[in-house]
């Protein structure tokens, strides 16, 4: 079977809508894993959900933004701009949207994947952004290939039989051949807000189960318009401002 990878939209409709085009019309995808954080930071939390809930044989996990407006999370836990974003979303979901967040799982395992927002130890908040905590996680992986977000940069690490430990970035059209002797956390990047460098194209993954390669896609979208959106929406002008070439 052959999936989508997508993560941390965070209510950027132009984004989504672009990543998607690109993976029905493109590789013709039979499905979906979607890494949390449909919602927050953009204008658009309703639209995007939408989308998601009329995907086909789309996997969800619930990241750090679906449990803050759900009120599993102390919001105090956030910086102000984000704080201010999940209160303004948190007003403006539906009941309906709302509701089928609530049914959002921590973690979901497949025969050949399992994938989580942030850490197999700590599926909603850990940040995997060193050596050091993918070791940490490393016993947990089960099976061996697990998918997250929450980072926003595209990057993966790897265990190898041997017992050679590493990281790698994933630039686009960047592959990796799975190794059933390995284990591996890999993120394909943000869809919405992507982090880490210049390039501000939209990421994600493409994930084969049978081939076992992951390979990464970056493309550009309307970033001007999700800009506008923000500011007309009253939200602040940085989550706006951070979206362009020029953060």
Same mark, same amino acid.
């Not at 025969?111 to 989580?116: L, R, T």
């Not at 939209?202 to 550009?220: E, P, Q």
């Given at each position: 079977m052959k999936y989508g990878i997508i993560a941390d939209i965070?209510?950027?409709l132009h984004a989504l809508e672009t990543v998607l085009?690109?993976?029905e019309d493109e590789e013709r995808v039979d499905g979906y894993i979607c890494l949390g954080d449909i919602i927050g930071y953009g204008a658009k939390p309703n639209e995007c959900v939408g989308v998601i809930r009329k995907l086909r044989k789309c996997l969800n996990v619930a990241g750090n933004h679906e449990w803050a407006v759900l009120g599993l999370a102390d919001m105090s836990l956030y910086n102000l701009v984000a704080k201010e974003s999940l209160e303004w979303t948190a007003g403006r979901l539906t009941d309906d949207n709302m509701k089928w967040l609530k049914g959002m799982k921590k973690v979901f395992k497949k025969? *050949? #994947?399992?994938?989580?927002h942030g850490s197999p130890g700590n599926p909603v908040y850990e940040y995997v952004?060193?050596?050091?905590?993918?070791m940490k996680n490393m016993s947990l992986i089960n099976p061996n290939v697990c998918f997250i977000g929450h980072t926003h940069i595209s990057e993966y690490y790897y265990a190898d039989s041997a017992g050679r430990i590493g990281t790698e970035l994933l630039k686009d059209n960047g592959i990796i051949e799975i190794k059933p002797s390995s284990r591996y956390l890999i993120n394909c990047g943000s869809v919405g807000q992507p982090r880490g460098g210049a390039d501000k194209r939209? *990421? #994600?993954?493409?994930?084969?189960?049978?081939?076992?390669?992951?390979?990464?896609?970056?493309?550009?979208y309307d970033i001007k318009k999700t800009q506008e959106e923000i500011i007309e929406a009253g939200l602040p002008e940085s989550l706006a401002e951070r979206l362009s070439f020029k953060v």
């Open positions: 965070h209510s950027n085009s690109w993976l025969k *050949s #994947f399992m994938m989580v952004s060193n050596e050091s905590v993918f939209a *990421s #994600f993954g493409i994930y084969d189960d049978k081939t076992g390669v992951v390979r990464l896609k970056k493309l550009t």
